[in-house]
């Protein structure tokens, strides 16, 4: 029966592993990705509703079809409630076994879809998000429009919180991918030697703590987009692994010898000029060409002021849900002259947790100044131009003093806990430690 199910299905297209029993069939489980089980009822050993109750507590995503000869009614319903898909009763027909798993395979798309729009309506997704009558937003508008429908890989470069994975997802909802998956990879904050494994993936035993096969993030976007956010903390020697992804369009799990064939289209964002940085030797310069075949720069919210108030309107709709005891959020004049003298460092993101505080605090539908953040409040103090510390007007000079400023504050305030430190700065936890040896900082 095995060997007859094994081709029957795979004449049809499926890749089948064929067990004896119950418990060799955990030990696959364990060691493997499945997507659904077929099963006996009636085996030597454990029988097939009590694998079904074992899968049920360690896979509780997988769909299980059970089936048996001596099958009655309420074995049936016994094997339904216990959480099977599906009940087949032998002798069948190969017809109904197929299509048994084709409808199997039907709702699986259909929650996976589900979960998808579900994931969408509670994020900030697609292109009506991306708010802005300014020009320059504009500008980005219709780039994202004209690339969308190609596979052409992306780079978006911009301040942290200006939006770039907001216009990844747009990039991935007008395309012709939008039906599959988006995967959002933060390079910056994996590991170094947990990155690989991450986006390629693992077979069993290839290193200590794997201790079953697993499919890597490429792989998971295949048909799909992947965004590789902060694209410029990835470590050299893994930047390298990247550039042959990108050129044979194929990864090889960590631990195997053979590689497989994706089809999935790249989005990278960074923070970085990785142009200088190539140029420093701290990334590689034909990956950086390769990322950089359309470029598109978010412009911080400083250089668009005229899109902070319809912004700041967009987030008091999209945040209402905060305050059910007020049927209107406005913004007072104070309020509006306050955000609009505001330089928002933090740029969009900033905005957004600016208007989730003023509706928490607000008293009434009309948005305060004192409902707002103390800094906003206070605005940009007027100062002298800024110097460097020999006095001269130098930028970069001053800017590198700034910094180094800033990253002693911040050690200072969490204690010399860097992964802290990192947060308070908006930087990634690898960036925060380069500047760290950069500036001579390790005692700090």
């Not at 990705?33 to 997988?62: C, N, W, Y």
């Not at 911009?158 to 998956?181: I, M, Y």
């Not at 289209?265 to 990322?291: C, H, I, N, S």
Request: charged fraction near 30%; proline fraction near 5%.
């Amino acid at each position: 029966m095995r060997h007859l199910l094994s081709v029957i299905l795979t004449e049809r297209g499926y890749e089948t592993r064929a067990v004896a029993s119950g418990e060799e069939a955990l030990r696959d489980l364990a060691a493997h990705d499945f997507d659904l089980v077929l099963t006996d009822v009636r085996m030597p050993g454990m029988g097939g509703l009590k694998l079904l109750a074992e899968i049920q507590r360690s896979h509780p995503e997988l769909m299980v079809i059970v089936m048996s000869a001596y099958g009655t009614h309420d074995a049936a319903v016994e094997a339904m409630k216990a959480g099977a898909y599906d009940y087949l009763s032998k002798p069948f027909r190969p017809d109904e076994v197929v299509l048994v798993l084709r409808k199997a395979e039907e709702r699986e798309r259909l929650a996976r879809e589900n979960r998808r729009l579900r994931r969408e309506l509670a994020s900030d997704f697609g292109l009506g998000q991306l708010v802005g009558p300014s020009e320059a937003m504009q500008a980005v508008l219709r780039q994202v429009r004209k690339l969308a429908p190609q596979r052409t890989t992306v780079l978006l470069t911009g301040e942290s919180g200006t939006g770039k994975e907001l216009v990844a997802r747009a990039l991935h909802d007008l395309s012709p991918r939008a039906g599959c998956a988006f995967v959002a990879v933060n390079c910056g904050a994996i590991p170094a030697e947990l990155i690989e494994s991450e986006l390629f993936g693992h077979v069993r035993g290839a290193f200590t703590d794997a201790v079953r096969t697993k499919k890597g993030l490429a792989a998971e976007a295949d048909g799909g987009t992947l965004f590789l956010d902060e694209v410029g903390e990835l470590p050299l020697p893994m930047q390298v692994k990247l550039l042959r992804f990108l050129q044979e369009e194929e990864v090889r799990p960590v631990g195997d010898t053979r590689s497989v064939k994706v089809d999935v289209r790249v989005v990278a964002a960074t923070a970085r000029d990785l142009g200088k940085a190539a140029a420093a030797g701290q990334f590689r310069e034909d990956l950086y060409y390769r990322l950089d075949v359309v470029g598109v720069r978010l412009p911080p919210l400083r250089e668009r002021p005229e899109d902070i108030e319809p912004l700041a309107r967009h987030f008091l709709a999209r945040l209402a849900g905060l305050r059910p005891d007020l049927d209107t959020l406005d913004l007072s004049d104070e309020a509006r002259e306050a955000l609009l003298a505001w330089r928002w460092p933090g740029n969009v993101r900033e905005l957004r947790h600016a208007m989730e505080r003023a509706i928490v605090l607000a008293d009434g539908p009309r948005i305060r100044e004192e409902d707002l953040p103390d800094a906003v409040r206070a605005g940009a103090p007027p100062a002298a131009a800024p110097a460097a510390p020999d006095g001269s007007l130098s930028v970069k000079r001053a800017t590198r003093d700034l910094e180094e400023r800033l990253i002693r504050a911040a050690l200072e305030r969490t204690g010399g806990n860097r992964t802290r430190a990192a947060e308070l700065l908006e930087l990634s936890y690898r960036a925060l430690l380069y500047k760290i040896k950069e500036y001579g900082l390790g005692d700090a």
